[in-house]
């Protein structure tokens, strides 16, 4: 039969995400499936929970399944528990697999992809295997450890799509038995940055004065996403820009509701209530960016990749990130913005205030960060080598 003449493959996409929250994990492998030669592969994506993004999912041409994880056995008292950890066992690692491996030969998918962790979805790892379905994963973190659960399902996996050379580098120092590593970095496609409201609008919905210079930190408030490292450089960066607005873009996740009063009291206890604002989660965040001059990352632990950095760098943003994880992958140093070293908040205020008072650097510098973004991080890239994956693996 003649290559052009063969149905599609049919690829199963597993989203593992239980927090609740929508991330960067999320965004990527929408921007894959909308980006896939659906005459060569046809997507389903499945989610354990329902989300704000499947109907973008539908659009880009995929069908979607929400499956819930299997609730695990909770049992008190001292024979409960034992019971309980030997009942989930059996249900993570072999009635789940059998139902996962049911559903692979039932729907007939030709690959399954995992897209968050070799850490995570073990159940998936040994069903696929099971009903005989090539398995690979996206590997998103930077895990220094693995369980040995982990590495024994590590072994059915054939490929380890590693989002950067920070991960990669992580993954093989683990040496896991099995899967080949590779490295795709995340793409992007610029267009998907649409600016649908004006500055002003954006301003007068958070009650910012048209004055104010706006700077910003975008994603999940979490403790290793460096929000307080940000607002201690604010309290410093403000004694030289007194009326400077630092936005914090995101919101903090189910399980992290108990940091929410941690930022609150920092936020007064560096006096900056009047500098910082928590915007919350925002549906278009093209709109809230189009606003800041600078755009800040300052993950405290080592960051696997920053998508968030691609997503300024579309709006020809200039960027001060951490100097840690693949931040240095990303943002070329002097070019398109600067790097500090993580946690100081100090050095983070320095390289703020050298880009706050220079117009024409920070100009220069966001051209600069769009042309890097195009020709090295954008989404054909990624889709192409994807697919070329696939193809490898599939024949």
Not at 8 to 37: A, H, M, W
Not at 46 to 70: C, D, H, K
Not at 162 to 181: F, H, Q, W, Y
Not at 323 to 346: H, K, N, Q, S, Y
Request: with cysteine.
């Amino acid at each position: 039969m003649n290559s052009s003449a063969r149905a599609p493959q049919r690829i199963l996409y597993v989203e593992g995400n239980l927090d609740g929250t929508i991330g960067g994990s999320f965004y990527s492998l929408l921007f894959l499936v909308k980006g896939l030669d659906k005459s060569r592969f046809t997507p389903t994506v499945m989610f354990s929970l329902p989300n704000a993004l499947i109907p973008r999912y539908e659009e880009a041409g995929a069908r979607v399944l929400v499956r819930p994880n299997a609730k695990p056995v909770l049992l008190g008292g001292f024979f409960g528990r034992i019971v309980s950890r030997i009942a989930n066992f059996m249900l993570a690692f072999v009635i789940e697999p059998w139902r996962l491996a049911r559903l692979c030969r039932r729907e007939r998918f030709d690959l399954v992809h995992l897209n968050n962790s070799v850490t995570g979805n073990l159940p998936w790892m040994i069903g696929a295997w099971w009903a005989n379905t090539p398995c690979i994963t996206h590997e998103r973190g930077i895990n220094p450890q693995v369980s040995s659960r982990v590495r024994f399902c590590s072994r059915f996996l054939t490929r380890v799509i590693c989002i950067s050379d920070a991960v990669r580098n992580t993954v093989e120092s683990l040496k896991l038995r099995g899967p080949e590593l590779v490295t795709i970095a995340n793409g992007l496609d610029h267009t998907e940055m649409r600016v649908t409201r004006t500055e002003s609008d954006i301003r007068a919905e958070l009650g910012i004065a048209p004055d104010r210079p706006v700077i910003g930190i975008i994603g999940n408030i979490k403790p290793w996403k460096g929000q307080e490292v940000v607002i201690r450089a604010v309290a410093l960066l403000k004694q030289t820009v007194p009326n400077v607005t630092c936005l914090l873009i995101g919101d903090f996740a189910r399980d992290d509701q108990a940091y929410r009063p941690r930022i609150a009291q920092l936020i007064e206890q560096e006096d900056v209530r009047d500098n910082v604002l928590v915007t919350g989660y925002r549906a278009n965040v093209a709109d809230y960016v189009n606003v800041l001059r600078i755009v800040i990352h300052a993950s405290v632990d080592p960051e696997p990749f920053g998508r968030v950095l691609l997503e300024a760098m579309a709006l020809s943003k200039p960027l001060v990130a951490s100097r840690g994880g693949a931040a240095p992958e990303i943002v070329a140093e002097g070019t398109t913005g600067f790097l500090f070293t993580p946690g100081d908040a100090a050095d983070l205020a320095r390289q703020l205030e050298r880009l706050m008072g220079d117009a024409a650097l920070r100009e220069s510098m966001g051209r600069a960060g769009f042309e890097r973004l195009r020709d090295q991080f954008g989404i054909d890239r990624n889709v192409r080598l994807t697919q070329d994956l696939y193809a490898q693996i599939l024949g």
